[in-house]
């Protein structure tokens, strides 16, 4: 069985960068700096134009929609209010015309039939006759002396 451990002993060979590839790259490693900053100078152009002129359209879409739901609540309660009197007149005409006239002529001769009939003489008697609040005081003052 094998232990794994660090070595002990140096290595052979040793490894140096040479100069002239760290030179080469010198000059392009510069322009990458330089496109990167230019880049993000342009991106943070770009961002804060499109951050303005999204509160700028957002102002304005909230203004609109302001103004169109306040369009629409005078539009609704104009329609309400035309409504209301177009209903107004067409009960109107229709309790004054002729066939509901009929009716109701026919209602009321049945109504007063049935009061000033037989019956209904005795019933508007019995109801209505004052003598009972008197009878009503009387039983009241017996029931609450005893």
Sequence with gaps: ??????????PN??????????????????LAVWFQQILSS??????LRTYLAVRVI??????GSRIAALNAL???????????????????????SKTLR??????EYEFFALILGPMGNLM???????GWAV?????WFLCSGS
Excluded: E, H, Y
């Design 1 to 10: 069985m094998n232990i794994l451990a660090a070595p002990t002993s140096k």
């Design 13 to 30: 060979v040793v490894l140096q960068p040479s100069l002239d590839v760290i030179s080469s790259l010198g000059p392009l490693v510069n």
């Design 42 to 47: 342009a991106t943070l152009l770009l961002f």
């Design 58 to 63: 957002g102002a304005a879409i909230l203004f």
């Design 74 to 96: 005078f539009a609704s309660r104009l329609l309400a209010m035309k409504s209301a009197a177009m209903t107004q007149q067409t009960l109107t005409a229709l309790w004054d």
């Design 102 to 107: 009929r009716l109701r002529k026919k209602i």
């Design 124 to 130: 508007c008697l019995l109801l209505f006759w004052p």
């Design 135 to 139: 009878l009503g005081a009387m039983g």
